[in-house]
């Protein structure tokens, strides 16, 4: 596919996924705006919503996506925000560099490339899947996301995997 200029991911994806329109709702059910489909929005976004927050200092963020219902659901991003904030996560799709690791293990990982490293407990699971457990919680943990595995000397990338 070629592209002429700047194309925005969200005219890129109208070209191949139909719109489907569906409530943005709070925690507790209450609609208070409508989206333009699931797709267009990820876990953690704060802007491009369309809904404006009627709180001083405080926006309303994407805690998860309802697709049984088609219902985005928002609230204010804080550590106590449902979703939002994770200390645990599964990964799948696990790909090693050079061995795979079969033991359960403390190492270090990336949950986005520009973050800082973080310290996790990394344990192999059947079918290519693995439970990661933070040392700190971490934000916006998205289903498609890449956690990059790092050595637990920090200079070596062991390997990468998919959150699910």
Known sequence: ICFLGKVKIRDFLSRYIPQSEGDIVKTDGTVIGTHKGLHNYTIGQRKGMGVPSNTDKKSYVVLSKDYSSNRLVVGFDSPEAPNLWRSEAMVS????????????????????????????????????????????????????????????????????????
Request: hydrophobic share 40%; with cysteine.
């Open 93 to 164: 799709k696990i790909n090693w560099i050079n061995k795979p690791f079969r033991e359960k293990f403390e190492t270090y990982a990336r949950v986005r490339y520009r973050d800082p490293l973080v310290k996790i407990i990394f344990e192999p699971l059947e079918g290519n899947r693995a439970r990661v457990v933070f040392e700190k919680k971490q934000r916006a943990i998205a289903p498609g996301q890449i956690l990059a595995i790092h050595s637990p000397e920090q200079n070596t990338v062991l390997g990468g995997a998919v959150f699910c």
